[in-house]
């Protein structure tokens, strides 16, 4: 039997937040801690605005991790990456924010988070970011695939 006593989203109306909400997000229990495993989200319809002149900016944001105790709960990641449709952030910023907020939610061994925003103006922005934990072989992934990143076609 899952364990949701932790949860508070799941079976319920959903509320989607206007603005940046971090505090939506919501963890559970791995139970697989002792095995090393990939876990990828893929939010095709990610939205922010342009911090400058109020335009939206549409995204597919990739968020791939190898969790260790906790693990995300999708439909507080959904309502989250929801929470960013009025808030003004470059591009880059989003992913970093995006990934800095699941470090501090899960504390996973991995994380690599990849924005695919739409051209605007004539140009496409990719923003990656990664994170290996301190002090693990995780560190190591991180830096051999920041430095041989390319973008997913």
């Not at 939205?47 to 190898?66: E, K, N, V, W």
């Amino acid at each position: 039997m899952p364990q949701t006593k932790d949860l508070s989203l799941l079976g319920k109306k959903t509320e989607y937040k206007q603005d940046y909400a971090p505090e939506v997000l919501e963890a559970f229990e791995n139970k697989h801690q002792e095995n090393d495993y990939w876990v990828t989200f893929d939010c095709p319809e990610f939205t922010s605005l342009c911090p400058i002149t109020g335009q939206p900016d549409f995204a597919t944001i990739r968020i791939d991790y190898i969790p260790d105790v906790k693990m995300v709960e999708s439909k507080s990641l959904k309502l989250y990456l929801f929470s960013f449709r009025n808030h003004g952030a470059f591009h880059e910023d989003c992913v970093n924010i995006i990934m800095k907020d699941l470090i501090k939610l899960m504390n996973p061994k991995y994380i690599e988070v990849t924005g695919i925003f739409t051209p605007r103006g004539g140009i496409s922005i990719y923003p990656y970011t990664n994170y290996g934990r301190p002090q693990t072989k995780y560190v190591q992934l991180a830096e051999d695939r920041l430095f041989n990143h390319s973008f997913p076609i």
